[in-house]
């Protein structure tokens, strides 16, 4: 799998059998995976890529010997409508009763990957702070470099690497309070502090450097 810095219209006719579209994360940044010499003979054509650390060629053909198996335990899965308002990442859409079938999650096995246009949806929706639930901020770091700066969107990771969990998620949620996301701190204290009183002399107002 290879980052390519350009579009999905420039990518595009270079495609065979051999190599897919993994993702579009941005208007100018997709993803291609299939055979490694395929790829990278596709990758050679443009100025700037960038070879991802991956186990397998995800969303390439790579992935259709483990179809079958893989529909078999999605269709002993019993699912349920999003109670939330959700937005694919197979068709950059709003979905609904679509991701209650085996169909659609074997598909996402294999199709591309779009996130640009889901931040796009999210965007005609009024959506402008983007909380990445997840193990790191990977997401987050594509969605800033997909998002018009004009549009005022803030993205947060709750999780990094190499920080304390409790550090990074109290991060995430300072930073989303900065940004006028209404945060419950009540409950988020509940279990670790409680409100102490402030003292009530005057501070001193004196400089600490002469």
Do not use: C
Request: charged content about 20%; hydrophobic content about 35%; overall charge negative.
């Amino acid at each position: 799998m290879i980052a390519v810095q350009t579009t999905e219209d420039e990518i595009t006719p270079h495609l065979t059998d051999r190599v897919s579209l993994a993702a579009v994360n941005g208007p100018t940044s997709v993803v291609i995976s299939g055979d490694e010499d395929a790829v990278a003979e596709i990758a050679a054509r443009f100025d700037k890529t960038k070879r991802l650390n991956v186990s397998h060629a995800f969303h390439s053909p790579h992935m259709d010997p483990m179809l079958e198996d893989f529909r078999a335990v999605a269709e002993s899965l019993t699912y349920h409508a999003p109670r939330i308002p959700l937005v694919s990442n197979l068709t950059g859409k709003p979905a609904d009763q679509e991701l209650t079938t085996a169909d659609y999650w074997v598909r996402h096995v294999r199709q591309t990957v779009r996130f640009h246009d889901g931040l796009r949806t999210l965007e005609t929706h009024g959506v402008t702070t983007h909380l990445e639930l997840g193990p790191g901020g990977t997401l987050t770091a594509l969605a800033q470099e997909a998002t018009d700066p004009d549009t005022h969107t803030t993205h947060h990771p709750t999780l990094r690497h190499h920080h304390p969990e409790p550090h990074a998620l109290t991060t995430a949620l300072a930073a989303l309070h900065v940004h006028g996301t209404p945060v419950n701190w009540h409950t988020y204290h509940h279990t670790t502090t409680h409100p102490v009183d402030l003292p009530t002399y005057a501070f001193q107002r004196q400089h600490y450097w002469p």
